[in-house]
């Protein structure tokens, strides 16, 4: 019986061990992150620099693969079905995590169960902008205007579910208004069907909408953003304009494959904020794209999850965006 008993104590020490060296040794092999978009966009921007960083900080690999397609489903089912310690990781958008589970009848991944949330990464302000020729000057004019002219003002988006799409059906929802949606296939079409004046309005990253703004060929009404932006004080936020229920955020966020060890997600998290607090990177990686960083832990980042795929359940239902 005691030869017994010292077996199992043995044996318990040794997975203790084993547990321990796994948290020191993580990451003892290569690492790759999955990006469920194509190369060259903001999600794969923002992928490539840290990947680079923390392959110097850990002294192993970190490659960036794309895996394109689908509305980001099959990146995300790729890292939902892989072994879940810690290796194979998803940086993405919103749309994967709180608008799919809405817009898709059914997923092949659970964005809940299925993919362990790390940190959100950056908060991306978007900007309600309007081509010059309209005659509105805040959201307030707009719903005026668009009372009197219903139906005639159109707004581009990047397809059913995008961020200009919901955040313009809950305002004509909210205000009582008619718009007519025109979509496209992407922002950046978007944006330059409102410069050419083929639409009057969208919603652009407030990176991309300054500069237009600067030169006069953009006008903007307002910015989804908890408050107003210090390059454009004088843009007043969704909720000063009256409307704090249809900001459809916008961000970017880390993921693991659901199930690996908390050892793993606490040793990556505290290594992308330690990167994300080095000024240099913070500059160039974030403020000068417009971006917010985040950098929320990973239990915070899981409620913050809950209450971001309330929001958008809500707005994708006004909106009745349906992908099948």
Not at 146 to 151: C, D
């Amino acid at each position: 019986m005691n030869a017994l008993i010292r077996l199992f104590t043995l044996c318990i020490l040794s997975l203790a061990l084993a547990a321990g060296a796994l948290a020191q040794a993580y990451p003892s092999r290569t690492v790759r992150i999955i990006v469920p978009y194509p190369p060259g966009g903001g999600v794969d921007g923002m992928a490539r620099p840290l990947a680079d960083q923390l392959s110097k900080r850990w002294g192993q690999p970190v490659i960036v693969e794309n895996k394109a397609g689908a509305a980001t489903i099959i990146g995300a089912e790729f890292v939902a079905r892989s072994a879940p310690d810690g290796y194979t990781l998803l940086l993405t958008s919103e749309s994967t995590i709180t608008s799919n589970p809405h817009v898709y009848s059914k997923l092949p991944y659970d964005p809940i169960k299925e993919l362990a949330p790390i940190t959100q990464l950056i908060g991306l302000p978007q900007m309600v902008v309007a081509h010059p020729s309209v005659s509105a000057n805040s959201l307030g004019d707009l719903v005026a205007l668009a009372k009197t002219n219903p139906g005639k003002l159109n707004y581009g988006s990047y397809g059913s579910g995008s961020q200009p799409h919901l955040l313009y059906e809950g305002l004509k929802a909210k205000a009582g208004i008619n718009l007519t949606h025109v979509p496209y296939k992407g922002i950046a079409p978007a944006v330059q069907a409102v410069l050419a004046g083929e639409v009057q309005l969208t919603m652009a990253g407030a990176s991309v909408a300054r500069g237009h703004i600067q030169a006069g060929k953009l006008k903007p009404l307002a910015i989804a953003r908890q408050a107003r932006l210090a390059l454009m004080p004088n843009v007043p936020t969704l909720r000063e304009a009256g409307f704090p229920d249809i900001d459809p955020q916008s961000w970017f966020g880390l993921f693991t494959t659901g199930g690996s060890p908390r050892e793993a997600i606490d040793k990556i998290y505290a290594d992308v904020a330690a990167v994300f607090s080095e000024p240099e990177f913070r500059d160039r990686h974030m403020i000068q794209r417009g971006f917010d960083p985040v950098l929320s832990a990973p239990d915070e980042f899981a409620k913050f999850i809950q209450t971001d795929l309330q929001s958008k359940g809500a707005l994708i239902k006004i909106s009745g965006a349906k992908a099948d």
